[in-house]
């Protein structure tokens, strides 16, 4: 076969309208995003929801639980996650009147209107500094269940909380992966299990690539050609870092006796600017990463150990947030800007789900599946 062209684009646009033409929104509901509110110049909630709508992205996960965005995000059809904060686990944990409390204050009034799926007890509570909190993390989540269950929600909205990923003792080769804190992480699954609810990890490639700033490193993380990784122990060749480090969440959990325990990305992105001491930052990488991540879940290659299916990946983020302290990439994450204005394309309006005409380059067809990967005509 010979190179690709971009004279050949009307033939892929084609090929590609038609495969598309059987996914439904709901087909790409893997597809979310986080939407925090460091920030003093985001834009009103109802000119958010509106602007969710016009994009492919079907949940959101706040960090709170704004009663403004749930509102404004109601009869969208929309999937919400909501949090409960670090600070509120353990009158969380003590108490099951504040829990009770916290469901009737922020689930209640909104619910079903507003899609709340999830409900998050803390963020990164696990490799946090504080072992009473640890401790209390999972009172609290059991707290918030049996909440939910008094309101008839129990099957219906999830409880869980965040992990970074160094609650993996080892993530390298992925078949290889294990939790560390044993006890902790092993009574937190067995909650998992019993209801139902998913593992939430934040796998994030771009740290990965700040610790090993190789080129073949920086192409393994952008889902861009490389030569990529064996796991000496399946003979499996990872041709990405996430798909890598999804695997190691799901060899852990194996490792653990719970293998069928639902994954879900809760945080991954890359920045578009940074300090320029920072390793990684710009424009061009959070654009490759970011746009062929979505294409890769649209794909439903899956991932070597789980394949035939995406997993539900939160993108972050939404908007930059301002006010968050730190390097300048950790105000940098945005997709959109306050002004609703798209920072790069990703590929995630309505309009450009079939992939921009001269941007696109199919790397992967099997069983009418297609992999695309953001390249450059010029």
Known sequence: MGPFTCSSTVVIFLLLSFLLSFYSADSQSFI??????????????????????????????????????IKALANTGIGIVIGAANGDIPALASDPNFAGNW?????????????????????????????????????????VQNALNAASLGGKIKV????????????????????????????LLQFHSANGAPFMINPYPFFAYQSDPRPETLAFCLFQPNAGRPDANTGIKYMNMFDAQVDAVHSALKGMGFKDVEIVVAETGWPYKGDPNEVGPSLESAKAYNANLINHLRSMVGTPLMPGKSVDTYIFALYDENQ????????SFGLFKPDLSVTYEAGLSKSAQVGETFHWKIVYVSSFRVTLLYTSCT
């Not at 920030?39 to 009663?67: C, F, M």
């Not at 869980?160 to 992480?185: I, K, N, R, Y």
């Not at 968050?324 to 105000?331: D, L, Q, T, V, Y």
Request: aromatic fraction near 6%; avoid cysteine.
């Open 324 to 331: 968050k302290p730190g390097p300048a990439s950790e105000r």
């Open 103 to 143: 469901v009737n204050s922020n689930v209640l009034p909104f619910y079903p209107a507003s899609k709340i799926i999830v409900v998050t007890v803390g963020n990164e509570v696990v490799t946090a500094p504080d072992p009473n909190l640890v401790a209390q993390l999972l009172p609290a989540m059991q707290n």
């Open 32 to 69: 979310g995003v986080n939407y925090g509110q460091v920030a003093d110049n985001l834009p009103p909630p109802e000119a958010t929801a509106k602007l969710l709508k016009s994009t492919s992205i079907q949940k959101v996960r706040l960090y709170g639980a704004d009663p403004a965005i």
């Open 160 to 187: 869980s909380t965040v992990h970074s990923m160094a609650v993996l003792s080892q993530s390298e080769p992925p078949s290889a992966g294990a939790f560390g804190f044993g006890d902790t992480m092993k009574a």
